[in-house]
């Protein structure tokens, strides 16, 4: 667990739009160890999303390093990039969109396989194809299926054989479970973990639902408007939660649980606009700690104890 | 208090009928609402929440839809045997619904004052000044500044305009309110802005709701009784109580064992074995004993009665493995 | 990977379906397109074997049966030139037919290539063709027609190539549309982040779902190719007279409507014909090719 597997460094993603520049990512830092899961959470908008997707240069960064295995993935060209991406790979929320269609389950599963050729006859890449359902849960009858066939849970499953094809090391979960009803959704978050355990995967398991990061990460970041606001363990993040918006979100979950109750903190107001925004701390306006010095420059991402990082002036 | 209800649905059976399958998408159903209570549906995808929350609402098109068995006793009167015509002076008036998607729900090109106005004029008022005056407290009431009303949808964020919606549902004060998912499309920070709202708004109107959730967590915060829903039938049925201290059915055991929970450092989770059954191919007996991790042979043969475990503590389930 | 490894020996080896195959299975299954594809074959066939079927020479002139109305010997009637309507008929298929069919493949190819390319790519390409196809749109499409052939010169081969290119722009617009719906869809990222080139993901992605309103807009299309067609034939740059064809023979009886209303109908009726079987097997294909669509 002491090899950083990914390393970010200032990483910015910024959008054109009619209305001036969208922050969709603004200088962001994180790494992730190998065989870790890095949990990031934050409300819809804030930006997480567009990290997973930027690691990957699905989308490309405006700004930043991005070091994947100690190479620095960003200064490559399209075409190396497109060979590194066998071990990058990304799992997407929607079971529904991430599959076409009009092709079958085999034809899904098979496809990353056929366009990297990697095997050279037909027999090979069919019993990869097998392999791989076997390895999601997925029946072997299931292989002639059209998408809306499956249920959303074995569409899921098809989705992570499919990202699982090229033996990746590191995969982006983006949202994976959200579309899921909750016993399917447990089906799949256990797949995942033993997948993970089995094949030595990296993830980056991207979600608005804290009480699923919490079950699956070993660190977690919170994101609020293209920032990372906080960033440490599991545990410093639920029990011993520093920055104010981590506070807000975490009390915001209700619990399904009847015996405790919590005091909550309700924020005021929406999240703001990510266009063009005002260079201080993007929580200020909704803040309920908030004071004179928050008015000043953005606070820095600081390591307050051992992997304990929070922007917050207040601390 | 005792007996009286908002609503009883007795022995409802909704069919879905096409071309080639019938779906059973409520099966006799059964259940009371006290007034001024919070009844929470709680099941997942496809187990017939909205449609018994619809054919309460008589919104469901038919065909394809058929009510095939059942009365729906709303303030003492059997609204499926109302006309079309008698149903649009209830609808919006006595029993209001929200429906899940606020991006959808309102009209793009109208401004959202007139919106919450129509509904009034619709149903109280003929008078266009005072119309308007309650469409301005109603605004008021969602916290949203008068002076926004002239605004359209889009320049919303999704949780002010679910707030319109709630304005919408509540303009003329109904009886009963069907919230289906609610905050499902809203952010957590979101939700328990909207959540409070709501249960502040119930408490000082005295209006009954029924809440429609996926979320056994909105579910301990909002609602005084739940019903369990499993492939169109009530499975459990209970206080809040009795379903999060004392359940009984293996589905809701279920359903409590596979969701991660936030307040507990560690914990395995259980999942509920194979998939929702296909509601056009229902199995015999308990319609849980496929996915039933204690099932007996009796289980796929016969198909349990509900019966009363506790004072009002129903249970559709043989129960073998607590014998 | 060893923990997967072990089960790959003993395997139930399963047949990929072809895709071909799927679709024809999916196809049969609708009736008033199996009717439309009969019907079409029928027509083809008739057009091929014309001098077999047809009872008289289609251009020869009788002028000791002229406007005869429909009879035994001459079942469709004669025209005002004495020429069998029937054979007439049968024969115009064969004009008629190709140079709608293969008009509209033109601009159907074309106009959806240049169309995916436009809605896939976006950005500067995406405007540069869309104007272009704003100018060509602009343009009222009979003096279009009428300034190709002027440039290539007349005749049948470029006449088909006038009426498919000023069509094109239509499927071009249609095919952007939809292409821009569809490569938006998390599947389209899913490809590329499987390594996936371009090519591969328009034609394996892209296109297969993006069909449907063109091949709808196509089967439309075919009638109102003929019609073009016989206009542009009628103001003399098109088919030389004599040579059947249906959309002139529409537009010659025209004068004669009143008294002789069979001149008109039948290759009115044919093409009607035509257009709706035509339309008929497309909706068919069309369902055929999306397998949610399953009857």
Redesign the interface.
């Known amino acids: 667990m002491t090899q950083k597997l990914l390393e970010v460094n200032n990483l910015k993603k910024y959008f054109d739009t009619k209305r001036g520049k969208l922050h969709a990512v603004d200088d962001v830092s994180f790494y992730i160890y190998k065989g870790e899961t890095l949990g990031v959470v934050g409300e819809s908008g804030c930006g997480k999303s567009t990290t997973g997707r930027t690691v990957l240069r699905l989308i490309e960064p405006t700004e930043g390093e991005i070091f994947f295995d100690g190479i620095d993935i960003n200064s490559l060209s399209q075409e190396v990039m497109r060979k590194k991406r066998k071990e990058m790979q990304i799992v997407f929320q929607d079971p529904y969109s991430s599959l076409d269609s009009r092709r079958t389950v085999y034809e899904s599963i098979e496809e990353p396989l056929r366009v990297n050729k990697i095997f050279n006859n037909r027999t090979d890449l069919s019993n990869r194809v097998f392999e791989l359902m076997n390895t999601v849960g997925l029946a072997e009858r299931l292989v002639n299926s059209y998408p809306h066939e499956l249920d959303g849970g074995r569409r899921q499953r098809v989705g992570i054989a499919r990202a699982l094809a090229l033996n990746p090391s590191f995969i982006v979960l983006d949202e994976p479970v959200s579309a899921l009803d909750v016993s399917i959704q447990a089906q799949i978050l256990n797949l995942m973990e033993r997948l993970q355990d089995n094949l030595n995967l990296t993830y980056m398991f991207i979600s608005h639902n804290l009480s699923v990061v919490r079950h699956i990460s070993d660190r977690v970041a919170v994101m609020y408007l293209g920032k990372i606001v906080e960033l440490a363990s599991y545990k410093n993040i639920f029990i011993n939660p520093q920055h104010p918006y981590t506070k807000a979100l975490l009390s915001a979950v209700p619990l399904p649980r009847i015996d405790l109750k919590l005091d909550r903190i309700i924020l005021e107001g929406d999240v703001p606009s990510p266009i063009n925004p005002v260079p201080r701390c993007r929580f200020y306006g909704r803040c309920p700690e908030r004071k004179e010095v928050c008015k000043g420059d953005l606070p820095e991402l600081r390591e307050i104890e051992a992997e304990h990082f929070v922007a917050c002036h207040l601390i | 208090m005792k007996n009286d209800y908002i609503l009883e649905i007795e022995d409802l059976t909704v069919k879905y009928i096409t071309e080639d399958s019938i779906v059973s998408a409520v099966n006799n159903m059964s259940l009371k609402l006290e007034r001024g209570n919070t009844l929470g549906f709680v099941g997942?995808?496809g187990a017939g929440k909205t449609t018994t929350a619809k054919s309460i609402m008589r919104l469901l098109p038919e065909p394809p839809t058929k009510i095939e068995s059942g009365k729906i006793i709303f303030n003492g009167e059997n609204i499926l045997e109302k006309s079309i015509k008698h149903m649009q002076s209830i609808r919006g008036n006595k029993i209001s619904m929200i429906f899940q998607d606020p991006m959808t729900a309102l009209n793009p090109v109208i401004p959202i004052i007139d919106q919450i106005a129509e509904v009034i004029l619709l149903h109280q008022t003929k008078d266009r000044k005072a119309a308007y005056k309650r469409a301005e407290e109603m605004l008021e009431i969602v916290e949203i500044k008068k002076e926004r009303g002239e605004e359209y949808p889009h320049q919303f964020?999704?949780?002010?305009k679910q707030r319109v919606v709630i304005a919408i549902a509540l303009a003329c004060t109904p009886d009963l309110l069907i919230a289906d998912e609610p905050t499902t499309a809203l952010?957590?920070?979101?939700?328990?802005?909207v959540?409070?709202l709501m249960h502040d708004i119930k408490e000082s109107n005295n209006t009954s709701m029924i809440m429609i959730t996926?979320?056994?967590?909105?579910?301990?915060?909002a609602c005084d009784n739940v019903a369990v829903i499993y492939a169109g039938s009530i499975v459990e049925y209970g206080t809040?109580?009795d379903i999060?201290?004392s359940h009984a059915h293996p589905y809701t055991e279920?359903?409590?064992?596979?969701?991660?929970?936030?307040?507990k450092?560690e914990?395995e989770?259980?999942?509920?074995?194979g998939?929702?059954p296909d509601p056009s191919d229902l199995p015999t007996g308990c319609k849980f004993h496929p996915r039933c991790p204690y099932a007996v042979d009796r289980c796929s043969k016969e198909e349990p009665e509900s019966k009363e475990i506790s004072d009002g503590h129903m249970v559709k389930c043989f129960l073998e493995h607590r014998k | 990977m060893s923990a997967v490894n072990n089960t790959a020996t003993t395997r139930v080896q399963y047949k990929k379906r072809s895709q071909t195959k799927e679709i024809w299975r999916r196809f049969r299954k609708n009736k008033s397109s199996i009717i439309g594809m009969i019907i079409i074959a029928i027509l083809i066939i008739c057009a091929i074997f014309a001098e077999n079927i047809a009872p008289y020479d289609p251009v020869k002139q009788d002028y000791a049966h002229t406007l005869e109305h429909p009879s035994k010997e001459h079942i469709f009637g004669t025209d005002e030139f004495g020429r069998d309507i029937f054979s007439r008929i049968i024969f115009g298929a064969r004009t008629s037919l190709s140079v709608g069919l293969i008009s509209v493949s033109i601009s159907c190819i074309v106009g959806g290539v240049i169309g995916a390319i436009s809605g896939y790519f976006g950005g500067r390409i995406d405007t540069f063709i869309m104007r272009c196809m704003d100018v060509f749109l602009a343009i009222p499409s009979i003096l279009f027609n009428i300034s190709i052939i002027a440039a290539l010169g007349p005749g049948i081969v470029n006449m088909m190539i006038a009426v498919g290119v000023s069509n094109i722009p239509r499927y071009c617009r249609i095919m952007r549309a939809s292409v821009l719906q569809i490569k938006n869809q998390e599947f389209i990222e899913a490809a590329k982040a499987g390594g996936a080139l371009d090519f591969f993901i328009i034609t394996f992605h892209v296109v297969p779902n993006s069909l449907a309103p063109i091949i709808v807009q196509a089967t439309l299309n075919v009638g109102s190719a003929i019609i073009a067609c016989a206009g542009l034939s009628f103001i003399g740059v098109g088919i030389s007279p004599p040579t059947p064809e249906w959309g002139a023979m529409l537009s010659n009886g025209r004068d004669l409507l009143r008294n002789y209303s069979y001149i008109t109908a039948f290759p009115g009726l044919a093409i009607m014909i035509t257009v709706l079987s035509l339309n008929l097997m497309g909706d068919g294909l069309r369902d055929a090719f999306d397998p949610k669509l399953k009857r």
């Open positions: 997942e995808t964020s999704g949780g002010m952010d957590v920070t979101i939700q328990a802005q959540l409070k996926h979320d056994l967590g909105i579910v301990a915060e809040k109580e999060f201290n279920g359903l409590f064992n596979c969701i991660p929970d936030l307040s450092t914990s989770l259980i999942p509920i074995k998939i929702m």
